[in-house]
Nanobody, 121 residues
């Protein structure tokens, strides 16, 4: 059973920074991608940043130049460094891993529990 545990959310003033972490535990054979999503009140969940198994990254236009996704493959952990935060970044942030739990198993998607990020103006 794979579990993702997030940490690092909180309340910050506009212009400030936060760093989110998401660690995966359990049976993990290989990880295809790690990503961060967010969902603001009344809005659909949207992709924020993704890092592939090969290390390439991609960002939503709204966060380019401000957010950085990184990973520690040895610890099955992904990070999201968020700088120059804006009130419109306020949302619940979710991590997502696309992985294979066993060599014979199928590739599945796993989600963290979500962490609240609130940016005050």
């Amino acid at each position: 059973q794979v579990q993702l545990v997030e940490s690092g959310g909180g309340l910050v003033q506009a212009g400030g920074s936060l760093r989110l972490s998401c660690a995966a535990s359990g049976s993990i054979f290989s990880i295809n991608a790690m990503a961060w999503y967010r969902q603001a009140p009344g809005k659909q969940r949207e992709s924020v940043a993704i890092v592939s198994g090969g290390g390439s990254t991609n960002y939503a236009d709204s966060v380019k130049g401000r957010f950085t996704i990184s990973r520690d493959t040895a610890k099955n952990t992904v990070f999201l460094q968020m700088n120059s935060l804006k009130p419109e970044d306020t949302a619940v942030y979710y991590c997502n891993f696309i992985l294979r739990a066993t060599m014979q198993g199928s590739i599945r998607s796993y989600w963290g529990q979500g962490t609240q990020v609130t940016v005050s103006s």
